[in-house]
């Protein structure tokens, strides 16, 4: 494990507020907006332009501004409010430069690798991925399916799997921080432009579990979101899983939570009028 890199102070970072970070646990993922500006954005192309071979790991030491975006207010707020003030950067990084012509990868979940940790009740790890230019529909933006990280299980069948009705396109604007649950099935797509698009991957991980929410929580919304998690529909799952789905997102919430916690419900999902 590598220390947190990040500079925000606690004070400095603009936390979730409770509708987006149950927005979190029902979909897996946010996409933040920073403020950096073109200047500094295009900065970060050019340098990834300039370098003679793909760094690896060492990306943060080959273009030191990149600890900028993750130190952002923003996205160490998004990050502190999902993973706890003391989250730390994991080692693993990677640049993905996708060049005009590349094709889409299948869908995949991240190896797994070293202290990432898969869990369908909580959030332990997460990947948080920037982009440093606009990313159009036909660039190759990142492609992700909401709610599959309360899925994890299925997996190892994802790889042959072509498109899906609730699958998202995330197109960004330039300086986007997408952080995505570890387990969201995600891939890159096809770039049918003619422009270069880069991605840069960190990933991030829980130190220790909360004792009180670390995102902007307000008690009074407590009926609502509780009420949000249970009912919202998320992915569309068969009727045999949709209990399972919400007592994970309530089983999250209540990690995430700490103290205040809602309870987990079974009903009797098959009682009822005979199908017509
Ligand atoms: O290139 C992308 O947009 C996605 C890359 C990806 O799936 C990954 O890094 O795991």
Redesign the pocket.
């Given at each position: 494990m590598t220390s947190a890199t990040t500079t925000a102070t606690t004070q400095e970072r603009v936390l979730l507020n409770d509708e987006q970070l149950v927005e979190f646990i029902i979909n897996g993922y946010i996409i933040v907006e920073t403020d950096f500006g073109d200047e500094f954005n295009r900065g970060i192309f050019d340098q990834l332009e300039a370098l003679p071979e793909n760094p690896g790991d060492g990306i943060l030491e080959a273009i030191p501004a990149l600890g900028d975006v993750y130190s952002h207010p923003k996205v160490a707020g998004a990050l502190a409010s999902v993973l706890g003030p003391d989250y730390y950067m994991y080692q693993h990084r990677?640049c993905?430069r996708?060049m005009p012509g590349t094709p889409s990868?299948m869908w995949?979940l991240?190896g797994g690798a070293g202290t990432m940790e898969r869990n369908p009740e909580h959030v332990r790890s997460v990947?948080a991925?920037y982009y440093p230019q606009d990313v159009a529909a036909n660039m190759?933006?990142?492609?992700l399916i909401p709610g599959t990280h309360l899925f994890p299980s299925s997996a190892d069948r994802i790889a042959s799997y072509g498109n899906f009705k609730d699958q998202i396109i995330a197109t960004v604007k330039a300086g986007s921080v997408l952080i995505t649950h570890y387990d969201v099935w995600?891939?890159?797509?096809a770039n049918t432009s003619d422009n270069v698009?880069y991605?840069i991957?960190f990933l991030f991980n829980r130190l220790s579990d909360t004792t009180k929410p670390s995102w902007d929580y307000k008690p009074e919304a407590a009926a609502a979101l509780g009420n949000k998690i249970s009912t919202a529909s998320g992915a569309p799952v068969t009727r045999a899983l949709a209990g399972l789905e919400k007592n994970r997102r309530i089983r999250m919430w209540n990690n995430l939570a700490g103290g205040i916690s809602f309870p987990t419900e079974y009903w009797d999902r098959w009682k009822g009028p005979w199908p017509a």
């Amino acid at each position: 494990m590598t220390s947190a890199t990040t500079t925000a102070t606690t004070q400095e970072r603009v936390l979730l507020n409770d509708e987006q970070l149950v927005e979190f646990i029902i979909n897996g993922y946010i996409i933040v907006e920073t403020d950096f500006g073109d200047e500094f954005n295009r900065g970060i192309f050019d340098q990834l332009e300039a370098l003679p071979e793909n760094p690896g790991d060492g990306i943060l030491e080959a273009i030191p501004a990149l600890g900028d975006v993750y130190s952002h207010p923003k996205v160490a707020g998004a990050l502190a409010s999902v993973l706890g003030p003391d989250y730390y950067m994991y080692q693993h990084r990677h640049c993905h430069r996708n060049m005009p012509g590349t094709p889409s990868q299948m869908w995949h979940l991240d190896g797994g690798a070293g202290t990432m940790e898969r869990n369908p009740e909580h959030v332990r790890s997460v990947l948080a991925m920037y982009y440093p230019q606009d990313v159009a529909a036909n660039m190759g933006p990142t492609a992700l399916i909401p709610g599959t990280h309360l899925f994890p299980s299925s997996a190892d069948r994802i790889a042959s799997y072509g498109n899906f009705k609730d699958q998202i396109i995330a197109t960004v604007k330039a300086g986007s921080v997408l952080i995505t649950h570890y387990d969201v099935w995600h891939a890159g797509t096809a770039n049918t432009s003619d422009n270069v698009r880069y991605m840069i991957k960190f990933l991030f991980n829980r130190l220790s579990d909360t004792t009180k929410p670390s995102w902007d929580y307000k008690p009074e919304a407590a009926a609502a979101l509780g009420n949000k998690i249970s009912t919202a529909s998320g992915a569309p799952v068969t009727r045999a899983l949709a209990g399972l789905e919400k007592n994970r997102r309530i089983r999250m919430w209540n990690n995430l939570a700490g103290g205040i916690s809602f309870p987990t419900e079974y009903w009797d999902r098959w009682k009822g009028p005979w199908p017509a």
